[in-house]
T-cell receptor
Framework: AQSVTQLDSQVPVFEEAPVELRCNYS??????LFWYVQYPNQGLQLLLK??????LVKGINGFEAEFNKSQTSFHLRKPSVHISDTAEYFC?????????????FGQGTRLTINP | DTAVSQTPKYLVTQMGNDKSIKCEQN?????MYWYKQDSKKFLKIMFS???????INETVPNRFSPKSPDKAHLNLHINSLELGDSAVYFC??????????????FGSGTQLSVL
C-alpha cells in the first residue's frame, strides 16, 4: 500500500516570494505522483503529475515539482507566488499498476499568500 | 458549464435521518467516484463506479450506497446518519478507470453536518 505525508499543514508566504510545499511518499512499488489544488469553494484540480521520464515536472500556473526517488519526495515549488495562489494543495500517489481509484491523497497544505 | 456538479452544496440534518447527494458530469466520462474529506482534510475514496461495476472501499459502512441511473450520474444515499458522517463529500469523474495517466475531475463538494 502507498501513503503520502505532507509535512506542513499551513504555509504562509508573502506575495512574490518563492514557496516549496513538501511531500513524501511511501511505497514498495513504482509510483505515479500528482499534485492537486483546491481553490476556495471549488473541487480539486490537477496541477501536475509525474509518470516517468524527466524528474522535473512543470504544471499549470508556474508550478513545478521534482521527483526524488532516493528521498521518496515530490516537493512542489513556485519561484514567485501571487495572491491568487492561495489554496489548499494536495499531494497524491498511486502505484503504476493501480487505476484511478487507487489514488491516495495526503492531508493537504494550506498555502496563504500575504500582500 | 460546470464539468462535475453536485448538489446540495451544504446539507445540515439530524442524526438518524436518510439523505442523498446528487452528482452529475457532462464530460462523457465512463467512471465516477465518491470521496470523503474528514475534518483533518484527509481525502479517502469511498466508491468508484465504472460500466455498472461498483468498487467499494471496504471501510465504508453499508449505510452508504451509490446509485447510478445512467453513466452521467452517481448519487450517494446515506441511511441512518451518524455524527461521524459529518464531512465534505466530493464527487469526481475520469474518462475510465485504468488508464495510466488518468486525471480526476472533481465537483466542488457537499458539506454535510449531522447534528
Amino acid at each position: 500500500a502507498q501513503s503520502v505525508t505532507q509535512l506542513d499543514s499551513q504555509v504562509p508566504v508573502f506575495e512574490e516570494a518563492p514557496v516549496e510545499l513538501r511531500c513524501n511518499y511511501s511505497s514498495s512499488v513504482s509510483v505515479y505522483l500528482f499534485w492537486y489544488v483546491q481553490y476556495p469553494n471549488q473541487g480539486l484540480q490537477l496541477l501536475l503529475k509525474y509518470l516517468s521520464g524527466s524528474t522535473l515536472v512543470k504544471g499549470i500556473n508556474g508550478f513545478e515539482a521534482e521527483f526524488n526517488k532516493s528521498q521518496t519526495s515530490f516537493h512542489l515549488r513556485k519561484p514567485s507566488v501571487h495572491i491568487s495562489d492561495t489554496a489548499e494543495y494536495f499531494c497524491a500517489v498511486r502505484s503504476e499498476g493501480g487505476g484511478a481509484q487507487k489514488l491516495v491523497f495526503g492531508q493537504g497544505t494550506r498555502l496563504t499568500i500575504n500582500p | 458549464d460546470t464539468a462535475v456538479s453536485q448538489t446540495p452544496k451544504y446539507l445540515v440534518t439530524q442524526m438518524g435521518n436518510d439523505k442523498s447527494i446528487k452528482c452529475e458530469q457532462n464530460l462523457g466520462h465512463d467512471t465516477m467516484y465518491w470521496y470523503k474529506q474528514d475534518s483533518k482534510k484527509f481525502l479517502k475514496i469511498m466508491f468508484s463506479y465504472n460500466n455498472k461495476e461498483l468498487i467499494i472501499n471496504e471501510t465504508v459502512p453499508n449505510r452508504f450506497s451509490p446509485k447510478s441511473p445512467d453513466k452521467a450520474h452517481l448519487n450517494l444515499h446515506i441511511n441512518s446518519l451518524e455524527l461521524g458522517d459529518s464531512a465534505v463529500y466530493f464527487c469526481a469523474s475520469s474518462r475510465n478507470l485504468g488508464a495510466t495517466n488518468e486525471k480526476l475531475f472533481f465537483g466542488s463538494g457537499t458539506q454535510l453536518s449531522v447534528l
